[in-house]
């Protein structure tokens, strides 16, 4: 979110002195004369010149003509936003429109069942794949392969190297443990805490606080709260060695021929 920019001129006879407002991170420590410049504003340009150090005010050329400057005020009530905080606050302004669920005070209880799931990234190509082993000893199972152009054609902005967004992969994979579970449980709202492992720090880390500044992460982050807040489960997120998360690892990259499945996922879809 950036501070507002207005745009202020100052008299060709005045400029020569401007330097004497303005302290060395270009803030005006007082107002010009004939301007309404408010002290704190930071001075960013002037006749289409950036301006970074004082140094850089002999740069902007100088005419007979007025000499209009760009300045970034703390004091505006106006800000310019941009879209990622824009989609923001429509986010929110939806989920104050609905009404709010009841949360009880109890912390919710841990489901006595194993987890696990874990994503690759390759080139333009990533899957996320993963298992769920209900106490009774059913097991489900999930796997998905994906392009990033499936992503960016949504407007999530993943890069063509998919590795290099592993951790949103990652996060994706911890969602479709929530949704298989919520789905097979059987039931509508749980208020429940699922066990999860994964063996990325970064997916580990945004499942258990729910909150980064990092994008694309938090978009994947933000689907996650939202399916969170619907189904009332939340996810215990603990790492495990990848070595030890091979079942998971091989759902992830699974081609979807049935001759190359495991024995153990062929008795359930």
């Not at 060395?24 to 504003?41: D, H, I, M, Q, Y």
């Not at 912390?107 to 899957?127: H, I, R, S, W, Y």
């Not at 807040?229 to 690892?249: F, P, R, V, Y």
Request: hydrophobic share 40%.
């Amino acid at each position: 979110m950036d501070f507002a920019r207005h745009a202020h001129f100052e008299a060709l006879t005045l400029w020569a002195g401007i330097g004497s407002h303005l302290d060395e991170e270009l803030r005006f420590t007082s107002p010009p004369p004939s301007t309404v410049v408010s002290k704190g504003a930071k001075l960013l340009s002037a006749r289409h010149v950036d301006l970074l150090t004082k140094a850089d005010l002999c740069k902007v050329p100088v005419s007979t003509k007025r000499i209009w400057m760009r300045i970034a005020d703390p004091t505006s009530s106006r800000r310019k936003l941009c879209q990622d905080s824009v989609a923001v606050l429509r986010f929110f302004q939806h989920l104050s429109s609905v009404e709010w669920r009841p949360r009880p005070l109890r912390p919710p209880a841990l489901v006595a069942m194993e987890t696990a799931a874990d994503a690759f990234g390759k080139g333009n190509q990533c899957g996320v794949g993963g298992w769920l082993k209900f106490p009774s000893g059913r097991m489900v199972w999930f796997s998905q392969l994906f392009d990033v152009q499936q992503f960016t054609a949504s407007g999530i902005p993943v890069q063509n190297d998919a590795n290099l967004d592993i951790s949103s992969y990652e996060t994706l994979a911890q969602c479709f443990v929530l949704l298989a579970f919520w789905k097979f449980s059987g039931a509508g709202r749980l208020a429940l805490k699922l066990p999860a492992l994964s063996d990325n720090s970064g997916a580990e880390a945004v499942c258990n606080k729910l909150y980064t500044s990092k994008t694309p992460l938090s978009l994947f982050v933000r689907k996650l709260c939202m399916w969170s807040s619907l189904s009332g489960i939340t996810l215990d997120c603990s790492h495990i060695a990848g070595e030890k998360n091979d079942d998971a690892d091989f759902l992830s990259r699974w081609d979807g021929k049935n001759a190359t499945l495991p024995a153990r996922f062929r008795h359930e879809d």
